[in-house]
């Protein structure tokens, strides 16, 4: 495809997912709140955006908007512009008709090494931003929204709830059992990474975990990524 400008950061976020090593702080807070959780797959691709905004319609790859000319040379072998026309997404935008950015991963033949064997260019949506109160959807909205839309979902691999870490937050001991009981649940969380496949039988390149209500964290929002090693060790070969 070709590019429209930058990518409108003014308006939706870029797509950005922490690793849980360096982010353990969202997880140690999840504990302590005893969040409600959900972990979907991490599909190996290229991510995009599709949005509403006002009376334009506008397709994102990672950091540049694109022409939506169907008529200028590149148009049919883009992906972002492939995966915009194969859900017909600018019909469902329209007849939405709210200011939304859709963001999902890109996926299939000729994107990375299209580990999960699509046989075509696909989507799976991961989020969805409300541009005109400037939020994520929370979990149910986001689902029941993609369901409307008829735009497939990154797969969900299980919901939970963390039990609220109690004790006394004055106590030095509490902030040692705490360190402890994140490290345990990373460890956790990162051996059940290395059990993920595709449905092809690859390994998975990992999942995210995110609290069903969305919050942030000085300014972050509270979601990571939890990569699959043997994913990693697959791609060095």
């Known amino acids: 495809g070709q590019a429209e400008g930058n990518f409108p ?88 008709n709210k200011n939304i950015a859709l963001q999902g991963e890109v996926y299939g033949p000729g994107i990375q090494n299209n580990n999960a064997g699509s046989p075509d260019v696909r989507m799976q949506l991961f989020n969805i931003w409300d541009i005109d109160n400037m939020r994520y959807l929370d979990f149910d909205e986001f689902m029941a929204v993609a369901k409307e839309l008829d735009i497939p979902t990154v797969e969900i691999l299980f919901e939970g709830k963390y039990d609220a870490f109690g004790g006394d937050i004055t106590s030095e001991a509490y902030y040692e059992e705490l360190g402890k009981a994140t490290n345990k649940e990373m460890e956790r969380l990162i051996a059940l990474a290395e059990t993920l496949k595709y449905p092809n039988g690859h390994a998975a390149e990992g999942m995210v975990i995110r609290p069903k209500k969305n919050y942030s964290i000085k300014g972050y929002r509270v979601s990571f990524k939890v990569l699959n090693n043997k994913y990693l060790l697959s791609e060095k070969d």
């Open 9 to 96: 950061s003014h308006i939706i976020p870029k797509t950005d997912e922490p690793m849980i090593q360096s982010y353990q702080q969202f997880l140690k807070s999840m504990l302590t709140r005893g969040d409600e959780y959900y972990a979907s797959t991490k599909m190996d691709g290229s991510s995009g955006t599709f949005y509403k905004f006002n009376d334009h319609i506008g397709v994102c790859s990672r950091n540049l908007e694109l022409k939506t000319d169907n008529t200028l040379p590149g148009y049919h072998e883009d992906r972002w512009l492939r995966v915009y026309e194969k859900y017909g997404i600018r019909e469902k935008l329209l007849k939405y």
